[in-house]
């Protein structure tokens, strides 16, 4: 077997250290009318999406209960259903703009697992592409995006908008 070695990693998974006084940016959206600025793509009554201000790929995307909770077992039936409603949508939205070759949809519960906002559960979608992977991150600790977040808001938001059913594939 071979390894791997992170090293810088180790900080982020061993630092215990909270801020309790720090405002969950989730809720703070969630609160404010200015979804452009925050990115907010689309809102539902339990949930809402929202682009990753640091994208591992252009449309990478978030799908996030409006309650603040830090748990899936947390969310009532229908936050649940309405987020995997929200999942299957994006995924063909996704489809139709970038015509990935795949995705990573993702749940990170808790510091340790990778939660980078630990205390508010969100899902992640990545799409993915053959060959989107290349040398710049591992040598130069710098990811490559062909697209602005400008870019990928105004055209995620549009096919949201239209709120077409859009789950065929």
């Not at 201000?53 to 909770?69: L, T």
């Not at 995997?84 to 996704?94: A, E, G, N, P």
């Not at 130069?140 to 789950?167: G, I």
């Amino acid at each position: 077997m071979n390894f791997l070695w992170a090293p810088w990693r180790n900080k982020y998974v061993s630092d215990n250290s909270k801020k309790k006084d720090k405002k969950c940016i989730f809720c703070t959206f969630l609160n404010e009318s200015n979804d452009t600025e925050n990115l907010i793509v689309y809102r539902e009554k339990t949930a809402y999406v929202i682009l990753n201000r640091f994208p591992y790929n252009p449309g990478h995307i978030m799908i996030v209960p409006n309650r603040h909770i830090p748990s899936l077992e947390l969310l009532s039936d229908e936050e649940s259903l309405e987020m995997l409603k929200l999942v299957k949508k994006s995924m063909s939205i996704l489809r139709k703009i970038y015509s990935p070759d795949g995705f990573n949809i993702g749940i990170n519960i808790g510091r340790v697992a990778g939660a980078g906002i630990e205390e508010h559960v969100h899902v992640h979608i990545v799409p993915r592409w053959n060959g989107d992977a290349n040398f710049m991150p591992v040598l130069a600790n710098t990811k490559v995006l062909p697209e602005s977040l400008d870019d990928t808001y105004n055209k995620l938001r549009k096919y949201f908008q239209n709120n077409e059913e859009t789950f065929d594939r």
